[in-house]
């Protein structure tokens, strides 16, 4: 008994999400859960303030920034690469590799810097990365990578700003 009741709810909850995705689904996808509680938090107008209409729509809607657009693509000297939206290091130029993508990727991001969250759009499942500070999108997680990780970190350069080392001598 109570497994077929069990079943009914489950199988009219799984019709409601079905349909909530069919009517709305940019929203539905949207909400790839974002759970963590984010030390920098700002709203869409103070991000807009401070960022460029091109960052704002990759950093804070999820947006992808056309490939080969990026000058950081061609970045090759020694530093960092920081969030553009609140400036947490993010990765180290030690794990930049040239991925043939158009987008600067990475095999390892810096501890604690990003987060992830399954990311449903156009139909399949790909592991988005974003800012462990404010969330700010940065890209995606694949799993075609180079050694030693095997992961390629497909970042959008509008999501970071790069820092050469001081004692960069190229
Ligand atoms: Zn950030």
Redesign the pocket.
Known sequence: MMDRRLLITSTAGLFGIAALRWLWPSQADAASEKTEN?A?KKSDAEWKAQLTPEQFNV?RKEGTERPYSSPLNKEHRKGVF???????P?FASETKFESGTGWPSFYRPLENAVGTTTDRTFGMARTEV???????HLGHVFEDGPKPTGLRYCMNGL?LAFKPSANSAS
Not at 82 to 88: K, V
Not at 130 to 136: I, V
Request: glycine content about 16%; proline content about 0%; overall charge neutral.
């Open positions: 984010f920098v950093l920081a969030c553009a939206g609140c400036d947490l993010l974003h800012c462990s500070r404010c969330g700010g999501s």
